[in-house]
């Protein structure tokens, strides 16, 4: 088979596994099918609360998280609709969740920053920027306690590493050998301001290496770069190295939540993004490895089915009783059948 060319973006000489680069695209359309999916929601009403989409963003998801296993832990964002979906939770369930019915992956009680699912190892996503990486560092030192092989991936955006919890969590990620992979999906912005002007220094790898934590850069929109560079560093964890970091530049295509029409960013930075953007960088891979479009264009129809199925389905689905608003309030359980 002919590789892709530089052309298209792929560096000439680099190995394609057409099976795995079929899949990523696939997983990347099913991903941007659930947030434009979750925007329509909003826009007739049947999604509550605020949604950050992560459209432009979908080769972090799919070149990370889709190759982590079963057991595996993931901590998530207020941006991670496509962390959730590529660590194999339901869309059905993860829709049912946004409008708020009793089918919803929590009850219809969590909603878009709320979404867990530890029946796939997803603990979590969090509306607080960079409380989900010492919960990373504290999920990876009970999994040191309870022994085995599983390890803990953790992603936050670029704005989470000015926060302290960031140098806490490494820190103890480190001092510990802790099995965490960071991730630290850059897409340029914390909210409506470039990271950049808050960020002091080089920025998440160099920091990360100040603290004993070996940090890879990659380019985030190229989905197989990224699975090449998280494989070797899950590897890496996964076999007793302690944590490690994957710092992946990429960009939100859309605003900050979908209020935000992002009318602070150039046209032409918008473009140029637009022109990387890692749906249509996969697919052209694949039309230039002999994949017939029409079979790329049913890759799209599908995902974009499967969602509008989900939709009509939790629009048609009951909302929770109210009794269910005091289940599940300061109950922490039994530590013996806590999740990891
Ligand atoms: C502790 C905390 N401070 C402020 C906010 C408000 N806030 C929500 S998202 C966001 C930007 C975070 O930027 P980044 O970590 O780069 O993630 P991105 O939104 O770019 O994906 C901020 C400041 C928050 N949710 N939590």
């Given at each position: 088979m002919e590789r892709p060319h530089a052309?298209?973006?792929?560096?000439?000489?680099?190995?394609?596994?057409?099976?795995?680069?079929?899949?990523?695209?696939?997983?990347?359309?099913?991903?941007?099918?659930?947030?434009?999916?979750?925007?329509?929601?909003?826009?007739?009403k049947q999604v509550f609360g605020a949604i950050h989409p992560s459209i432009g963003q979908e080769a972090v998801a799919a070149g990370v998280v889709?190759?982590?296993?079963?057991?595996?832990?993931?901590?998530?964002t207020h941006r991670g609709h496509?962390?959730?979906l590529a660590k194999g939770a339901s869309a059905g369930a993860m829709l049912m969740e946004l409008l708020g019915r009793a089918g919803g992956v929590c009850g219809g009680k969590g909603g878009s920053m709320h979404i867990a699912d530890f029946g796939v190892g997803m603990l979590g996503a969090n509306g607080v920027v960079a409380a989900n990486i010492v919960i990373a560092a504290g999920a990876a030192h009970a999994i040191r306690l309870q022994g085995g092989a599983r390890i803990v991936c953790c992603l936050f955006g670029d704005g989470a590493i000015n926060r302290g919890p960031f140098l806490e969590g490494l820190n103890w990620a480190a001092a510990f050998r802790l099995p965490v992979l960071f991730v630290c999906e850059d897409n340029g912005f914390a909210a409506t301001t470039r990271a950049a002007a808050l960020t002091a220094g080089p920025g998440a790898s160099a920091r990360a290496r100040a603290l004993g934590v070996p940090a890879e850069e990659v380019d985030g929109n190229d989905v197989l770069a990224v699975e090449a560079?998280?494989?070797?560093?899950?590897?890496?964890?996964?076999g007793g190295g302690g944590p490690r970091l994957l710092?992946?530049?990429t960009y939100r295509l859309t605003g900050h939540t979908a209020a935000d029409a992002a009318a602070y960013r150039p046209a032409d930075e918008v473009a140029a993004a637009r022109a990387r953007d890692p749906i249509a960088l996969a697919a052209a891979w694949l039309a230039?490895?002999?994949?017939?479009e029409a079979e790329i264009a049913a890759d799209r129809a599908a995902a974009a089915a499967e969602m509008a199925a989900a939709y009509d389905a939790a629009c048609a689905a009951p909302f929770p009783d109210a009794a269910a608003a005091f289940r599940d309030v300061q109950d922490i359980g039994s530590p013996a059948e806590m999740p990891f």
């Open positions: 052309a298209a973006g792929v560096p000439a000489g680099r190995n394609l596994d057409l099976g795995r680069l079929r899949a990523h695209h696939r997983l990347m359309l099913r991903i941007r099918a659930l947030e434009e999916t979750a925007l329509r929601g909003l826009a007739e889709a190759q982590l296993l079963r057991d595996d832990i993931l901590l998530s496509g962390h959730t560079a998280a494989a070797a560093l899950i590897a890496a964890v996964r710092h992946a530049r230039e490895a002999g994949v017939p």
